[in-house]
């Protein structure tokens, strides 16, 4: 279990997906490698998480926000973080923004532009009231 330190933690901003085989999943994942490539966020391991490896936790639990990016509404990633104790302060699934779970398919990735667009517009609102705490201190 990871420890979470309060009220902005290192100041790193995380991106996990749930980088599912379908074609929702697979746009989770690529939406968040464009957040990276645009210096959003760093891009890390949901898996690494699930398996509870204690440096991850740690370094999740340390980070000062926390963006979760589902596929579809099964939630996988978020659940994942939930499970393990990591808040998460940021959380899109791409079947909310209309677009379909499909089986993945060679040109899947045309949507991500409008998943990034909806993380940044909650980064630059604030949490989702649906993501749950942000702080340990209220
Ligand atoms: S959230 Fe949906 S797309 Fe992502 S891994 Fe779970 S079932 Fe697959």
New binding site residues.
């Given amino acids: 279990m990871s420890s979470t330190p309060c009220c902005g933690g290192n100041g790193e901003t995380l991106v996990f997906t749930?980088?599912?085989?379908?074609y929702?999943?697979q746009l989770?994942n690529h939406a968040g490698i464009d957040l990276m490539k645009a210096g959003k966020a760093k891009l890390f391991c949901v898996a690494a998480l699930a398996a509870e490896l204690p440096e991850k936790l740690d370094r999740a639990g340390s980070a000062g926000k926390r963006i979760a990016i589902?596929?579809?509404?099964?939630?996988?990633?978020r659940k994942i973080m939930e499970k393990v104790g990591v808040p998460v302060d940021i959380h899109v699934?791409?079947t909310d923004l209309g677009i379909e779970?499909q089986p993945a398919e060679p040109h899947m990735l045309v949507h991500a532009r409008r998943v990034v667009e909806e993380v940044e517009n909650r980064l630059q609102g604030g949490a989702s009231p649906s993501a749950g705490p942000t702080c340990c201190c209220g």
Avoid: F, I, R
Wanted: net charge negative.
């Fill in positions: 749930c980088a599912g085989a379908a929702a999943g989770a589902d596929g579809c509404d099964d939630h996988c990633c699934a791409v779970k």
